[in-house]
């Protein structure tokens, strides 16, 4: 039988041959002795796509938002940050838990972003009353949608108008930046730090890299050691990350390339689909078939989490071929 089409997530990738040679002949070192080459290399690799001081690499991408966030905001400080955003919703309230950092959550507008008069009005004046508005976080992409460069410009100047520093949880950055044309230093100039995922479209097996400016990036090293996250011969993980900025980058196109072909196959045969901006496909399924087509579909080989509004997600690991595979089983599903 054909291997598996996985649509859960861009994180299900296994890494290349060709990636886990590049891990194999990796130089490493301590990296908390600050010893490990190939770590150091990514990092200062990665600062320098984005135009920015400094970078560091992190295990996961929570806890690159969470040492973020830290960076950033002091006990008692406020982020203000989307409904839907990653660093609130999904990230298990660390930034309140460790951080004792209070979000002020804005709802999100169907493109994804904030409405700016909506952050304005809820920076808190200064008065005993109310949290200090520190940071302002946004995230691109955000459920699969691509944040343009003039909202993000148009909110990079009103946080430094307003006093507050800004973070860009980049998770799918690289998404964002291929949709564009344009180089991530570009799409995201102006903000104070940014987190980028390796493990998402990129795929390596895990890690993320913040960068930002120098000042941040050394409060947020002292946070990686306090949260667990400082490791020792971590060039073995960082040379995948290498890897696939050399090889992974410009390929996303081929995943949006996909996604539209999913989304295309699924209208074609007759399911609801909002239109892909890059490697996402929400599809509407009604509430009482979602566990017998997800059972149905993985019966055919296609493993998807199925829910009233289903999220697939192409990658590195689905060609085209796997597309269709998806798509014929759906269009098989006999609900009766
Ligand atoms: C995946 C993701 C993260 C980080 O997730 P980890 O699984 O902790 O690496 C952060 N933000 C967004 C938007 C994400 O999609």
Redesign the pocket.
């Given at each position: 039988m054909a291997p598996v089409v996985d649509l859960r997530s861009d994180?299900v990738t296994r890494p290349s041959p060709a990636m886990r040679e590049a891990m194999a002949r990796a130089e490493v070192g301590d990296d908390v002795f600050g010893d490990d080459p190939t770590a150091k290399a990514l990092e200062a690799r990665t600062a320098e796509l984005f135009g920015l001081e400094a970078g560091l690499f992190f295990p996961?991408?929570?806890q690159s938002?969470l040492a973020a966030l830290m960076a950033h905001c002091g006990r008692g400080e406020e982020v203000i940050v989307g409904q839907d955003a990653?660093t609130y919703r999904y990230e298990g309230g660390g930034a309140a838990v460790l951080g004792s950092i209070q979000p002020q959550p804005i709802q999100n507008l169907p493109d994804g972003t904030l409405d700016l008069a909506m952050v304005e009005a809820a920076i808190k004046p200064d008065d005993s009353h109310f949290a200090i508005t520190r940071l302002l976080a946004l995230?691109n992409t955000i459920g699969g949608k691509v944040i343009g460069r003039d909202y993000l410009a148009k909110a990079v100047t009103l946080a430094w108008k307003k006093g507050l520093s800004t973070h860009l949880?980049g998770?799918?950055i690289f998404n964002a930046a291929v949709k564009l044309g344009m180089p991530v230093g570009a799409l995201c100039a102006g903000f104070d730090t940014v987190s980028a995922?390796l493990?998402?479209g990129l795929g390596t097996p895990a890690g993320?890299v913040l960068v930002g400016h120098r000042g941040l990036v050394d409060k947020a090293r002292r946070i990686r050691k306090m949260l667990g996250g400082g490791m020792r011969q971590v060039g073995i993980l960082a040379a995948a990350g290498l890897y696939a900025l050399d090889h992974h980058v410009e390929r996303l196109a081929e995943d949006h390339a996909n996604a539209e072909r999913l989304a295309r196959g699924l209208a074609a045969a007759g399911c609801e689909v909002e239109t892909p901006q890059t490697n996402m496909v929400f599809v509407k399924v009604a509430k009482e078939r979602c566990a017998g087509l997800q059972e149905h579909l993985a019966a055919q080989g296609v493993i998807a989490i199925v829910s009233p509004r289903t999220r697939l997600v192409t990658h590195l690991d689905v060609d085209a071929a796997g597309v269709d595979r998806a798509v014929e089983a759906f269009a098989a599903f006999d609900p009766d």
């Open positions: 994180t996961t991408g929570t938002n990653h995230e949880d998770a799918r995922c493990s998402k993320t």
